[in-house]
C-alpha cells in the first residue's frame, strides 16, 4: 500500500512547475554512538568517498537500513537531521549497524561536536533523528558495478536528494522492467550488458516522485566503484513540509483525503517502533482537547477516544498487534497525524 502523502505544488529544477507528493512522518527518538567509518568505497552503501564530501556519515540500525528482500538498503544515501543535547546537524545514510537498536544511531566520530560529546548514559546520548531533503543541486548520477559484462549488469543510484524507492529499466519494447536492490546498493540487471550502451531509467523517490533519466555509459568498467554518469533531474525539495519517510511504515491511505493538511508542527510520536505505551507531542497543542484516533494498515479504526490533553495522555499499545498503524489526531479544525509501527 502506498503511504499517506500530502501534494504540494513545488518548483523543480529549471523552473518547470510541477505536482510533488511528499510523505511525512515523525522523528525517532533513540540513543546514539559514535564511530570511524572506513574509506575506499567500502561502507555498506559502497558510495565514494568523494560522494557528498561535506556531509558526515551515519550508520542506521539493521532496522532502518532495510534488510529483508523487499526493503535492502532502502534508506542508503538518506539524509537525516539529528538533534542532540548540543544542536543538530545532518548527516548522510552511507553504513549500516548490526548491533544497533531500533532507533540507534552510530555516528561518524569527527562530526560529533555537531550533536553533542558522549560521555553521559553509559557512553549513549539521547539524539533524535529524521529524514530531510539532502543539500543537494546537481543532479541524480548512475554508477555500473564491478564486474559489469555483456550478459549482467548493475546499478547504483547517487546524490539524490531523497532514498530511492525503486529503479526501472526501460526495455527494447518500451516497457519497464523494475529491477531489485540488493544489499550492497546496487540494482543487479541480468541479460543486459550496459557497458559503452545508452540506458534509460526511470527512478521513483521514497516520496513517490519519479524522474527519466537517459545515459551514455564509459566502456571502463575496471575500478571498484564503476564508472559514474551524470542525469539532468533531481527530485522535488519537500523540506519545507518537512517531508521525510519510514521505510518499515507503508500505510494505508485514510479515507478521508481533505485530514492531510499541513500541521504548524510536526507530530512526534515516541517510542516508535513501541510496545506497550506511547507519547505524543503536537508542539502549541499540547494541552487542548482532542480526538485520537488509530487506525491499522486495513484502513480499519481500532482505537478512538476524546482526551482533556496530550500533557498527561500516554497511548496504550500492549493490545495492539504487531504492524503499521496511522495516529490521527483532531483538536478543533485542525488535524495532524504521524504513522506508528508496533512490535512487542
Not at 166 to 190: C, H, I, M, V
Not at 213 to 224: D, W
Not at 256 to 272: D, G, K, M, T
Amino acid at each position: 500500500m502506498k503511504p499517506n502523502a500530502l501534494l504540494l505544488a513545488l518548483l523543480l529544477a529549471g523552473g518547470q512547475a510541477a505536482l510533488a507528493q511528499c510523505v511525512a512522518t515523525p522523528s525517532f527518538y533513540g540513543r546514539s554512538t559514535y564511530y570511524t567509518p572506513s574509506t575506499g568505497g567500502t561502507l555498506n552503501c559502497a558510495f565514494p568517498d568523494a560522494l557528498a564530501p561535506g556531509i558526515p556519515t551515519v550508520a542506521v540500525s539493521d532496522l532502518r537500513y532495510g534488510t529483508t528482500p523487499a526493503t535492502q538498503a532502502d534508506l542508503c544515501g538518506a539524509c537525516v537531521e539529528v538533534t542532540g543535547p548540543a544542536g543538530k546537524k545532518v548527516f548522510m545514510v552511507r553504513d549500516r549497524c548490526p548491533e544497533c537498536a531500533a532507533n540507534q544511531l552510530d555516528i561518524q566520530a569527527s562530526a560529533l561536536h555537531y550533536v553533542g560529546y558522549f560521555g553521559t548514559f553509559d557512553g549513549k546520548n539521547a539524539t533524535h533523528f529524521k529524514v530531510v531533503a539532502c543539500p543537494l543541486t546537481a543532479p541524480v548520477q548512475f554508477a555500473l558495478k564491478e564486474g559489469t559484462n555483456p550478459y549482467w549488469s548493475s546499478v547504483q543510484v547517487r546524490n539524490a536528494r531523497y532514498p530511492i524507492a525503486k529503479l526501472e529499466y526501460r526495455q527494447s519494447n518500451g516497457q519497464y522492467l523494475a529491477l531489485q536492490r540488493t544489499q550492497d546498493n546496487y540494482f543487479p540487471l541480468s541479460g543486459v550488458g550496459l557497458a559503452g550502451r545508452t540506458a534509460t531509467f526511470r527512478v521513483t523517490d521514497n516520496n513517490g516522485n519519479a524522474i527519466t533519466e537517459t545515459v551514455k555509459f564509459s566502456t571502463i568498467t575496471t575500478p571498484r566503484q564503476g564508472p559514474t554518469v551524470p542525469g539532468q533531474h533531481q527530485f522535488p525539495n519537500c523540506a519545507t513540509a518537512r517531508a521525510a519517510f519510514d521505510p518499515t511504515a507503508p500505510l494505508a491511505s485514510p479515507a478521508h483525503a481533505e485530514e492531510l493538511v499541513p500541521s504548524a508542527h510536526q507530530l512526534e510520536v515516541w517510542p516508535n517502533p513501541a510496545t506497550s505505551v506511547v507519547r505524543l507531542n503536537w508542539t502549541d497543542r499540547n494541552d487542548e482537547p482532542m480526538r485520537v484516533t488509530i487506525v491499522n494498515a486495513q484502513g480499519l479504526v481500532v482505537q478512538r477516544k476524546d482526551i482533556k490533553s496530550l500533557t498527561a495522555y500516554a497511548l496504550d499499545t500492549a493490545e495492539l498487534p504487531n504492524g503499521v498503524y496511522h495516529i490521527s489526531l483532531q483538536a478543533g479544525s485542525a488535524t495532524n497525524y504521524a504513522p506508528l509501527m508496533v512490535q512487542h
